[in-house]
Nanobody, 119 residues
Framework: QVQLVESGGGEVQAGGSLRLSCVAS????????MNWYRQAPGKQRELVARTSDYSTHYGDFVEGRFTISRDVAKKTVDLQMNNLKPEDTAVYFC??????????????WGQGTQVTVTV
């Protein structure tokens, strides 16, 4: 089983910054894609940022404010969020596509961390 633990959420004023971190653990895991999603109350979960061996992608709403970074050896993925807006308020989830023990790839989710941006 692949386990994901997120940290770094909290409350910040508009224009401020937060850094989210996620660490994956489990035996014999091979991670191909690491993502950050978010879900605001009453809205669908949406992709914030994605990173793989080949590319990095951001949601349109990011507009250059966020940066995703990955440490393959440590199995971590961070999301640096700058110039936060109240509409960024949501629960942020770490998500990975990983193989374990040579099995097929499977998506795993963290428990989520709350980000609240006040005016």
């Amino acid at each position: 089983q692949v386990q994901l633990v997120e940290s770094g959420g909290g409350e910040v004023q508009a224009g401020g910054s937060l850094r989210l971190s996620c660490v994956a653990s489990g035996s014999m895991i091979e991670i191909s894609v690491m993502n950050w999603y978010r879900q605001a109350p009453g809205k669908q979960r949406e992709l914030v940022a994605r990173t793989s061996d080949y590319s990095t992608h951001y949601g349109d709403f990011v507009e250059g404010r966020f940066t995703i970074s990955r440490d393959v050896a440590k199995k971590t993925v961070d999301l640096q969020m700058n110039n936060l807006k109240p509409e960024d308020t949501a629960v942020y989830f770490c998500n990975v596509l990983a193989r374990q023990g040579g099995g097929p790839p499977y998506p795993y989710w963290g428990q989520g961390t709350q980000v609240t941006v006040t005016v």
